[in-house]
């Protein structure tokens, strides 16, 4: 059997960002707590593996103790970030904001267009971390979307921003697109998706086409 890998397997440098930080935070707590607002990433081994470095994980923002906390890769609610923001001015915790910067954009995109009036439209998961974080900044009202059955479920809107989740899946958000261009009189969109996104997704596309079967490893 002939096992080919991927050139572009591993971790995203957003993700390795994100892990370096926990570790280092991990190295240098001096007997502080370290912990993480919520799983640091999905890699349920790399997970493990920061456990064992005796990182725990906060599942709300009123369940993180005094000392240090890491702000997930997928980023959180801009509310959640401030109410850190106001325990680190009182000298209770010490935030370390490993948000991919790639996340930080989608955030920056819609803190531009939400204040002009553009309702947003996220492409992505519902429930998934970085889609509801992204939904705290759209001041103006927001949705999101996972699947072309749901783009057709919005009435015709006047201003709409549409943004992705870095993960989305390229061929779904041109088509959702081209839709909703169809249904709006003045729509913005924004390309968020991450090239290390559409960069795996192209080979995984390539690969697939030369194997008789493609293996993910990774979270689900």
């Not at 927001?142 to 057709?152: C, D, F, L, P, T």
Request: aromatic share 4%; hydrophobic share 40%.
């Amino acid at each position: 059997m002939k096992v080919i890998v991927a050139k572009t397997a591993g971790f995203c440098w957003g993700v390795k960002r994100a892990m370096d930080a926990v570790l280092e935070a991990s190295a240098r707590h001096d007997g502080e707590k370290v912990q993480t607002l919520g799983p640091l990433i999905h890699n349920p081994q790399a997970l493990d593996l920061i456990g064992k470095r005796g990182v725990a994980v906060a599942e709300a923002p009123d369940k993180v103790e005094n000392g240090t906390v890491v702000i997930r890769a997928h980023g959180i609610p801009i509310q959640d970030l401030r109410g850190l923001k106001e325990r680190q001015a009182k000298g209770e915790v010490k935030i370390v904001n490993a948000t991919c910067p790639e996340v930080a954009k989608v955030h920056n995109k819609i803190k531009k267009w939400s204040p002009k009036g553009y309702f947003t439209v996220i492409l992505g998961s519902h429930g998934h971390a970085e889609s509801v974080a992204h939904r705290s900044f759209a001041e103006h009202g927001s949705q999101i979307v996972a699947n072309m059955g749901e783009a057709m479920a919005p009435e015709v809107l006047k201003k709409v921003l549409v943004v992705a989740q870095t993960t989305f899946t390229v061929k779904d958000f041109h088509e959702i697109v081209d839709y909703l261009r169809d249904r709006s009189e003045d729509m913005v969109v924004e390309n968020t998706i991450c090239e290390d996104t559409w960069t795996r997704q192209d080979e995984a596309k390539a690969l697939a086409q030369a194997v008789d079967v493609v293996i993910v490893v990774g979270g689900k």
